[in-house]
């Protein structure tokens, strides 16, 4: 695995062990509606990975974006899908996304990597 995924996964399974070790009831219903919002369901899981990454990227949270990078390209997302997806994002979100495009895709080459 790529040291920049490893690292990605590496820092956000830590910090969710420590978050969720809080036992904060709100919190794990947050993330437990999260899970669940993106199981398989009338859309299918690449479906949604896709529209989580629309949404990440017009709100620039770059670990969001990375997630959803990871989570679709284990889905069977394309490097093409992603691409799409992502202009989508950058027209609805403007040209302030434009630097997470480019994360997105050095993040998007890391997983190719692995592969």
């Known amino acids: 695995m790529s040291q920049k995924v490893q690292e990605f996964n590496d ?6 062990e420590k978050i ?3 036992d904060n009831k709100v919190i794990k219903r947050i993330f437990n509606l999260d899970t669940n919002a993106y199981a398989e369901g009338h859309l299918p899981v690449k479906t949604k990975e ?6 990440s990227a017009v709100l620039r949270c770059d670990d969001c974006i990375a997630y959803h990078l990871e989570t ?6 394309t490097k093409e ?22 994360r997105a895709v050095e993040f998007w080459e890391a997983l190719e990597e692995n592969s």
Do not use: Q, W
């Open 72 to 77: 679709a390209f284990k889905n069977g997302v």
């Open 20 to 22: 969720l070790s809080s």
């Open 11 to 16: 820092y956000r399974s830590k910090m969710n």
């Open 81 to 102: 899908e992603m691409m799409e997806t992502m202009s989508i994002a950058t027209l609805v979100g403007g040209t302030i996304v434009i630097p997470h495009l480019r």
């Open 50 to 55: 896709l529209l989580g990454l629309v949404a």
